[in-house]
């Protein structure tokens, strides 16, 4: 029997059966010996081979709660689950403490269709016990019922007894990363990483989290790491090609979704990555093409059916897009990024077919969904240290870098105000070079500000300054010889004209306007990734960063020697030959007639807006908050008063 115990833990089975049988031929009525066959029996998935052994067992030793536990397990797997879950309350009778027969009646209720008791099971199990094992048993069984929260806390129990219990860190972090909590998900994984550099599930989760979180290049480096040590699997792929296409490189991207479509072809999210990529260049049938294949399970692959249902709508096939998303709502995804960006784009869906109440009904169930954090008092304290640093007096002798070439043209404002628009306008100039929405003025900022808060605006040279500005020029990229000038069209640079002066004296800024309603209402409507456009998450929020943009834009105004120029959303749809005559002008480009025509540039567009700039000027979007005047009553109120 010492050998056969140490066969299988050897895993050697069929040597541990053999050693076991024999010591049975010895001693046939031996209760340990016929309850180690009925165990090595089940563990080799030989089932009905293991019962009789069980049985002989608790012939032997009927009150042997152990017995009884394994004979329990065994019934339920071969469908008596109404006879095991009688030997289950009898070893609970006759050991109150032992858990496994807690975990067999959880699971004999569950296997006879009571879920909701068998919970109750776990649940009172793991209250009496206080076992670790049934907090993790626990935590499963409520997850699996879509009760997150709960599954969190009991997880979150089991760590407070043990810091280092590996299953309930990772599943923690798992279930974090569904709650759409990617911070702290990456939390777990990385201290699980901390225990076990070799965790490649660890470092896979990690990514995963990376990636919602925003934070692109962590992601793919994770991924790099794995891809070290084994070939990436088709769901490894899949996400590797999210990562790059939220990393601007299209190319690599569409090669990772291929090669996780060569693995497993109907791998969901590699389809629907495939499908975005055409997308995103406006080759929407094409894309649709891609999905169209798997339309017919689409209700049980709702990150297909979400990507056709994009597409869909593109076409202008409303109506077929909301036919083919709704059934998805049904199911009840716990996927909590997925479900926001079904709700996002049923949104979108019924405001384009006029039903402007059930719209917004989605937009709010959108948001209410693990809404993301932002912390306006924060923000606001930056605004105010911020308009203290670059003060009237400060400005006017601070250091500047030595003007490099080509020039800047900074497209900056609210979001959802025009700025992908102008810069599309600006890009089918031959001596404009885009260069879409660049992070590194944010990037600079939070490496340079609070040195210069603490020790003023002088504490920093121009040679330095200088360094920086090339730095910036030179990622870029190449650059034709004929480009006057590069853009860079990320909104939130309003918040860095300071440091843009200091960098670019020489910066054309172009400063986006729109009727502040509409602006509100597009950025709700809009699921943005970026943690730093968390104020839409809610009205109230979304009025007072509007307050601050206008305060800090006010300042700019006043203080810096910028060239600035306003191009308002309105005036530019309405009157687009003139307004971008203006817009020329000011950059100091002669006039080209194929800024009229920017719906035809080829140039891939990696924002929200990517679809619009696709389209000649139109107007529909002027005014667009009347059509829900009801629910922003408190928000215009708001912003009147600001």
Partial sequence: MQRAVASHREGDNGQAIADCERALRERPDEPEALHLAATLYASAGQLTDALPFAQRALQCQPGNSRYLCTLGRLLNATGESDRAETLFREAIDIDPTLPVAWQGLAMAQKSRGRRDQGLATLGQAAQQLGKPAL?????????????????????????????????????????????????????????????????????????????????????????????????????????????????????????????????????????????????????????LAVLMPFLDSASHNPVIALAAGRLLRRLGRTKEAAALLLPCLEQQLSDIKLSRRLLFTLGEIHDELGEYETAFAYFRDAHAISPKKFAIENHRSWVRQTIGLYSTHSTRGMPRAERGSPDVIFIIGMPRSGTSLVEQILASHPGVQPGGERSDIGVLAQELLPGLIEHGLASISVEQLSTRAEAYLRGAGKIPARAMFITDKMPLNFLYLGLIAMLFPGARIVHCRRDPLDTAISCYFTDFLDPALAFSEDLQTISQYYEQYQLLMDHWTEVLELAIHEVVYEDLVRGQEKTTRALLEFVGLPWDERCLHFHNSERNVDTASHAQVRRPIYTSSVGRSAHYARQLASLRQMLSES
Avoid: W
């Fill in 135 to 287: 907090y993790r048993d626990y935590a499963v069984e409520l997850a699996q019922s879509g009760r997150l929260e709960e599954a969190v806390t009991q997880l979150e129990k089991v760590l407070a007894t043990d810091p280092h219990d590996a299953a309930a860190t990772g599943n923690l972090g798992i279930l974090r990363l569904r709650l759409g909590r990617p911070a702290e998900a990456a939390a777990c994984f990385e201290a699980l990483l901390q225990q076990d550099r070799g965790n490649m599930q660890a470092l896979r989760n990690l990514a995963y989290a990376r990636q919602a979180e925003g934070k692109f290049a962590p992601a793919l480096n994770c991924l790099d790491a794995i891809s070290r040590e084994r070939t990436l699997n088709a769901e490894e792929l899949a996400s590797r090609g999210s990562i790059l296409v939220s990393l601007g490189q299209r190319a690599a991207a569409g090669s990772a979704f291929e090669d996780a479509l060569r693995l497993e072809p109907a791998q969901p999210a590699a389809l629907a990555g495939k499908a975005e990529l055409l997308e995103f260049q406006g080759r929407y049938e094409e894309g």
